[in-house]
Nanobody
């Protein structure tokens, strides 16, 4: 049984930092890629950062230079370090593991940045 568990969201003032974590267990298919997404109220879910199967790491323009994605293969964990947070970063953040023909999503964690 696959489980994907996120942690690390919360309330922070503008300019502050948060670190999100996402642990996946039970995935046996070949990994195609992993990523962090976010969805703000009334908006579509958008890709924030991702690592492809070949190891390419990319970021949305809106977070370049402020967010850093990393992974620990031994722990089946991905991270999203978020610095210099802005009110417009407020959203529910989701991690995604694409493996085989399926996408496995975390439960979502709320990030709220106050001005």
């Amino acid at each position: 049984q696959v489980q994907v568990v996120e942690s690390g969201g919360g309330l922070v003032q503008a300019g502050g930092s948060l670190r999100l974590s996402c642990v996946a267990t039970g995935i046996t298919s070949s990994m195609n890629g992993i990523g962090w997404y976010r969805q703000a109220p009334g908006k579509q879910r958008e890709l924030v950062a991702g690592i492809s199967r070949t190891g390419y790491l990319g970021y949305a323009d809106s977070v370049k230079g402020r967010f850093t994605m990393s992974r620990d293969n031994a722990k089946n964990t991905m991270y999203l370090q978020m610095d210099s947070l802005k009110p417009e970063d407020t959203a529910v953040y989701y991690c995604n593991w694409a493996a085989g023909r399926r996408n496995y999503w975390g439960q979502g964690t709320q990030v709220t940045v106050s001005s």
